[in-house]
């Protein structure tokens, strides 16, 4: 089953910009992560945020974690045209076996 | 660098051929998934291995099946292709535990004529 759901689904944005997606789950969570997924290719892991942090950053990526609206955000300042790409949430409810539940992600397209 | 490799970037089969898509990690990671991933509907979990020889259905296994004889592969079987499995799938590797970052394979674009 599905649990995160990015908004929005699509965002366009010119270089320099700031990019903002959210993510919504359901369930409890033990952290929450965002991937990057450039065109037809496999995902890349951005960053991990645990369900006792609130805020984490990461070069120009900052993940805000509210877990009583059960939400997150991820925010790319200063978007650069390499940013092109899908981006997705997955959560982890905390089973031993690591199993991830992703959403269906937001293309971010950054215009030069 | 730590990497995952899957057999083929693409792959082209017909209806009721026996499919055989391998994934191989040199991470040492204890887990493995196979996911696919089609559009509208992101990545969903098909079957994942938290050691050798061991298997769990994920959200999607039917008409799929795995074998992990060795740590480091895992393969995804379709044992009578269909059509409606034409997809992109993408395997991923993680240390044992809940909740890891997963890394990924290339993927393999396949279609099922």
């Known amino acids: 089953s599905q649990q995160g759901e990015e908004d929005p689904q699509a965002l366009s944005i010119q270089e320099g910009e700031n990019a903002t997606m959210n993510c919504s789950y359901k369930t409890s969570i033990n952290n929450l992560q965002w991937y990057r997924q450039n065109s037809g290719r496999g995902l890349v892991h951005l960053i991990l945020i645990r369900s006792n942090e609130r805020e984490k950053h990461s070069g120009r990526l900052r993940v805000t974690l509210d877990t009583s609206k059960k939400s997150s955000s991820l925010l790319i300042t200063a978007s650069r045209a390499a940013d092109t790409a899908s981006y997705f949430c997955a959560t982890n409810g905390g089973t031993s076996y690591g199993k991830l539940t992703f959403g269906q992600g937001t293309i971010l397209t950054v215009h030069p | 660098d730590v990497k995952v490799t899957q057999s083929s970037r693409y792959l082209v089969k017909r209806t009721g051929e026996k499919v055989f898509l391998e994934c191989v990690q040199d991470m040492d990671h204890e887990n493995m998934f196979w996911y696919r991933q089609d559009p509208g509907l992101g990545l969903r979990l098909i079957y994942f291995?938290?050691?050798?020889?061991?298997?769990e259905k994920g959200d999607i296994p039917e008409g799929y099946s795995v074998s992990r004889e060795k740590k480091e592969r895992f393969s995804l079987i379709l044992e009578s292709a269909s059509t409606n499995q034409t997809s992109m799938y993408l395997c991923a590797s993680s240390l044992r535990g809940g909740g890891n970052e997963q890394f990924f394979g290339p993927g393999t674009r396949l279609t099922v004529l």
């Open positions: 291995s938290y050691d050798v020889k061991m298997k």
